[in-house]
C-alpha cells in the first residue's frame, strides 16, 4: 500500500514559488522525522530539508537554507515544502521520506514516488 503521496509539483517560472505536500499514514508520521530530498537526471538523491517529530527543529541544505520552509501539521500527518525565489537548479523529482532522521537517505524508512519540480529560465 502506498503510505507517502507527495502533491503540489508542477512548472514555474524562476523566482515563483511552489507548496509541495506530503501525507503520510498516522503510524508512520507520528513516530518519524520527515524529510524531503530530490533527485535531477543523472546526479544522486539529495538531502533538501528535514523536520522533527513533533516539529521543534528544521534542517536545510546550504542551497536552499532561505528560500524553503519545511513544516508539519501532526494533525493532518502531513508536511509541507513551501519554496519561494526558485531557480533552475531546483528542477527535480521532490521525494517525501519517513524515517530516523539525518541528510543520508539511507536513514529513512519510507519514501513518496516523487513530484516533478521544474523551473524554467
Known amino acids: 500500500q502506498v503510505q507517502l503521496v507527495e502533491s503540489g509539483g508542477g512548472l514555474v517560472q524562476a523566482g515563483g514559488s511552489l507548496r509541495l505536500s506530503c501525507v503520510a499514514s498516522g503510524r508512520i508520521f507520528s513516530s518519524s522525522v520527515m524529510g524531503w530530498f530530490r533527485q535531477a537526471p543523472g546526479k544522486e538523491r539529495e538531502f533538501v530539508a528535514r523536520i522533527t517529530r513533533l516539529g521543534g527543529s528544521t534542517y536545510y541544505a546550504d542551497s536552499v537554507a532561505g528560500r524553503f520552509t519545511i513544516s508539519r501539521d501532526n494533525a493532518k500527518n502531513t508536511v509541507y515544502l513551501q519554496m519561494n525565489s526558485l531557480k533552475p537548479e531546483d528542477t527535480a523529482v521532490y521525494y517525501c521520506?519517513?524515517?530516523?532522521?539525518?541528510?543520508?537517505?539511507?536513514?529513512?524508512?519510507?519514501w513518496g514516488q516523487g513530484t516533478q519540480v521544474t523551473v524554467s529560465s
Open positions: 521520506a519517513a524515517g530516523r532522521g539525518t541528510s543520508y537517505a539511507g536513514a529513512y524508512d519510507y
